[in-house]
């Protein structure tokens, strides 16, 4: 089930990745993830590629799968924290991805995804997704989320997005993830423009550079996140999370994800 959820496809140097749930908007479910951990593992021990990743249909991720966030509250702690690991992990192999990684943001993206945007190289979406980050809005600090964004964006950039919610991408507006808005109908050829961009340069050249830069860059953040991973933990047990989770299943009546 799990190698369904995620589309592995590789055409000589590069890699596409799809998130293949749109029934359920391609929520981050523990199948998608684990299946997306380990392609990325198998990823580190072969050759740089260059990776693209992006969803199935009008959905990039709505993010953590509703139903299991329910869940959560009732699991062991342990458990949790290996949970919230695992997604640490994700983040970790991503960013330190010695190949190119682009991501092209099909459709709206939300929550947990919003982080796996911020490990990218090269970022394009849709003209008039929308982005964002509805977890405080339901008494949820996203821990992880919010230290993946600050690698990339920074601290107050991070905080700025994680607070205000969702936004609407334009080509007027500019937000700290996104490299490039595109029209839906010129997508896919923006998207392959770029890959051959990235096929002109000599990866392994490229990819000496990148982890020059990013290996002392994770250095500084590899404490916080093993902080922030028991922190989201202790945030799936707290009153407001379980209040908030409760109110958005009924709002939702249990169909899609929001989050």
């Known amino acids: 089930m799990s190698e369904e959820l995620l589309r592995v496809q590789r055409i ?20 998608l993830l684990s299946s997306f951990l380990e392609t990325m593992r198998d990823l580190h021990r072969s050759s740089p590629a260059i990776i693209i990743i992006t969803g199935k249909q009008d959905s990039f991720s709505a993010g953590a799968d509703i139903h299991y966030l329910q869940k959560l509250p009732k699991i062991d702690i342990k458990e949790r924290e290996n949970n919230c690991f695992l997604f640490a992990e994700l983040i970790r192999l991503l960013y330190l991805y010695p190949g190119p990684v682009i ?20 970022t394009i979406a849709k003209e008039g997704i929308i982005i964002g980050n509805p977890e405080l809005s339901i008494g949820f600090a996203p821990y992880v989320t919010f230290l993946a964004i600050a ?13 205000q919610g969702h936004v609407k991408v334009t080509q007027e507006t500019q937000h700290p993830l996104i490299d490039s808005v595109i029209h839906d109908k010129s997508f ?16 392994n050249a490229f990819a000496r550079l990148k982890m020059f830069a990013r290996r002392k860059k994770w250095q500084e953040f590899e404490n916080l996140f093993n902080e922030a991973i028991k922190e989201n933990a202790l945030e799936y047990q707290k009153p407001e999370f379980i209040t908030g989770v ?3 299943m009924k709002k939702l009546k249990g169909s899609i994800n929001d989050i």
């Open 246 to 248: 409760n109110i958005l």
């Open 188 to 203: 896919e050829d923006s998207l392959k423009t770029i890959i051959d961009k990235f096929l002109n340069l000599n990866i």
């Open 12 to 31: 000589g140097s590069t890699v596409r990745i799809t998130f293949n749930n749109p029934e359920r908007k391609n929520a981050l479910s523990p199948e």
């Open 151 to 163: 690698l990339k964006a920074g601290f107050d950039s991070a905080l700025k997005l994680i607070t």
């Open 103 to 122: 991501i092209g943001v099909n459709g709206t993206a939300l929550g947990a995804s919003v982080g796996i945007i911020a490990t990218a190289d090269f």
